[in-house]
């Protein structure tokens, strides 16, 4: 008998929310690289409705990679590479070629901050520098203040857990994209009082 999956419920109720973003953020067609790919189930969701995409999983930790390895030999989309084994904080990052796009879910909350500033780093060197896109999911702080009090909940357990882990600020974060290249959309109110962050690299001036 086959053993079920490893399954995230939170995942299966934000797929959907975020691929309505990911559809009108992400390039037409290109290679998309996920970070901390987790279960594996964004990226199959994803990879099956934009099939014009080509889409790299990721993961540091071998259990989820061999998860997310399950997943895809269960059926998932021809358009999804094997996950690759990649920490933010790896440099060179283990992808060649410029990538279209690089989505990031639930992770900054849930690392240290140098691991924000790694994938920021990590990002701008790998994305095409000519409108390539880093997407950014998960709960943030505005101006200082948690946006409900479900969030400020959160933040006290994470960093119960963890005292490198929290909810980040936003402007932090948005002061730290801009010093790598990116310039940022405007934020996306998601559920669960989650925002999406959607940064791209302009076209060097003169191309």
């Given at each position: 008998m086959t053993a079920p999956l490893p399954d995230s419920p939170a995942a299966e109720r934000n797929k959907g929310p975020i691929l309505e973003v990911l559809r009108g953020a992400l390039p037409a067609h290109g290679r998309i690289l996920e970070i901390a790919s987790g279960t594996g189930q964004h990226v199959v969701h994803f990879a099956a409705a934009l099939p014009a995409l080509e889409w790299q999983p990721s993961d540091p930790d071998p259990a989820r990679r061999a998860s997310i390895a399950a997943r895809l030999a269960a059926g998932g989309p021809d358009n999804v590479r094997a996950p690759l084994a990649l920490d933010v904080h790896d440099r060179p990052w283990p992808v060649s070629g410029p990538l279209a796009g690089v989505v990031c879910i639930n992770m900054i909350h849930i690392a240290p901050a140098s691991a924000t500033e790694a994938l920021l780093a990590g990002a701008a060197r790998a994305l095409a520098a000519d409108g390539g896109v880093l997407f950014l999911y998960g709960p943030f702080r505005r101006e200082g203040r948690h946006t409900a009090p479900s969030?400020?909940?959160?933040?006290?357990?994470?960093?119960?857990?963890?005292?490198?882990?929290?909810?980040?600020?936003?402007?932090?974060?948005?002061?730290?994209?801009?010093?790598?290249?990116?310039?940022?959309?405007?934020?996306?109110?998601?559920?669960?009082?989650?925002?999406?962050?959607?940064?791209?690299?302009?076209?060097?001036?003169?191309?």
């Open positions: 969030n400020a909940d959160f933040d006290a357990r994470l960093r119960a857990e963890n005292p490198a882990w929290g909810v980040r600020d936003l402007e932090w974060l948005l002061a730290s994209a801009a010093a790598h290249g990116f310039v940022a959309g405007e934020p996306v109110a998601m559920p669960a009082n989650n925002l999406s962050v959607v940064l791209r690299l302009p076209a060097p001036r003169g191309a």
